[in-house]
């Protein structure tokens, strides 16, 4: 009986050693020409809409959006399936934990910054 709640703790990774994944939060951004699919306009911001499909959201740098994001206007929107978390980059790096994509760094899981550490 154990076994399956911890295995099912693991999943949800509610275990030590197990991070559970981040997305981006959904919060009040600010207006960059029209607001993005989920948001509407209030005064400078773009204000997440209360229906509860709102994804999170970043301004975007240049002309393309980090991995598990897609373009919405001036934005770049967290892609359903996606549980990462991105920030513009500033400088040449990320902050330790966070991965390079483009202009922008995304938190990280493990596996995926040791795989990005052997790409390097």
């Known amino acids: 009986m154990v076994l399956p709640l911890f295995a099912a703790a693991m999943a949800a990774g509610l275990v030590a050693g ?4 981040a997305q981006q939060p959904v919060r009040p951004l600010p207006k960059v020409g029209g607001c993005p699919l989920g ?3 209030s005064g400078s911001y773009c204000v997440p809409s209360k229906g509860g499909n ?14 598990g994001f897609y373009s919405s206007g001036s934005y770049c929107l967290s892609s ?3 549980n990462r978390e991105a920030m513009q980059k500033t400088g040449n790096s990320c902050p330790l934990g966070w991965f390079s994509s483009g202009s922008y760094c995304i938190k990280g899981r493990q596996r995926e910054l040791n795989r990005y550490a052997v790409l390097k």
Not at 18 to 21: C, D, I, K, R, V
Not at 54 to 67: A, D, H, M, W, Y
């Open 80 to 82: 359903p399936s996606s």
């Open 54 to 67: 709102t994804q999170g959201t970043i301004e975007k740098s240049g002309t393309s959006c980090p991995l």
């Open 18 to 21: 197990t991070p559970a994944m």
């Open 39 to 41: 948001y509407f306009s």
